[in-house]
C-alpha cells in the first residue's frame, strides 16, 4: 500500500532540512512516511552529491568574523554555497557563525585543521557534508583566517559578504570605532601588506623591472632607468600598502597618520581580509 504524503510533511521536512520541495517528498516517498529516515534518505544523498558536485563554483556564502571577549584574538571564516538564496537563509548563516565560534574556541592553525575540529557530535567537515545533502547544493568551508594581537578588532561588511579582522599593537581609548575605520579602509582599498617592508621580494623585484620597461618604452635613458623604476615603487607602496595609503575618511593623512593621531604609537600589526567570489 503506497503511502499519502501530505503538502505539510514535506513543507515541514523542507523547513527542518532547506532541501528542495521535491526532493523532500521523495525523501518522504522513499521512507515510507518516517520523518527521521527522510532526514536520512537526504544526508546519505548528499554523501553522493559531495562528489557529484566538487566541480560546481561555490561562489555565494557568508564570511563571519569574531574575536574573543579579550579581545586578543580573532577568527575570520568563509561558507560558501551556490546560490544566494541559500546564502541568505537564516539556518544558513547560523551554521556559519556557529562553525566560527568554534573556531575562535578552538583557535586551530588551519582550515584543515578546523575541519577536524569537534562540532555537535560530529567534526566541521562532515557536518558540512550533510549539510550539502540537506540542502542540495555545494557547501564548503573556503577560507579560515585567524590573528592574535594585542588587540583584535572585527568587522563584517556588505551583509556578510566580506569580512576583516585587524590586530594592533596596543589599545586605545576608542578602538572599537577606530579599528572599524581601518576595517573599512581595508575592505575599500584592498592593500596587499600592512607596510612596505611586509611586501614579497618577489612582488618588489616584480614591479622594478615593470617600471624599469615602462620607462624605456617611453624612451627615457637608460642611466635613468633603475631611478624611474624606483619611483614608481614608492608609488606602488602608497596605493598598496596599509599604513601608506591616504585614509578614506580624511585624505590629508595616512593611515599610519591617523593611527599616530589617535594615539601615539598605535599601529596595525596584522590583517586578514575575505570576500565572496
Known sequence: MSIKISAADVKKLRNETGAGMMDCKKALVEAEGDFQAAIDYLRKKGQKMTAKRADRDAKEGVVIALTSDAGDKGVLVRVSCETDFVAKNEDFVNFAKNIASAALTEF???????????????TIGDKIVDRTGVIGEKIELSSYERIEAAQVVPYIHMGYKAGVIVGFNQGAADIASVGKDVAMQIAAMNPIAVDKDQVDDTMVKREIEIGMEQARNEGKPEHLLERIAQGKLSAFFKNNTLLNQEFVKDSKKTVKQYLNGVEKGLTVTEFKHVKLG
Open 108 to 122: 586551530p592553525a588551519t582550515k584543515e585543521d578546523l575541519l577536524n575540529v569537534a562540532f555537535d557530535g560530529a
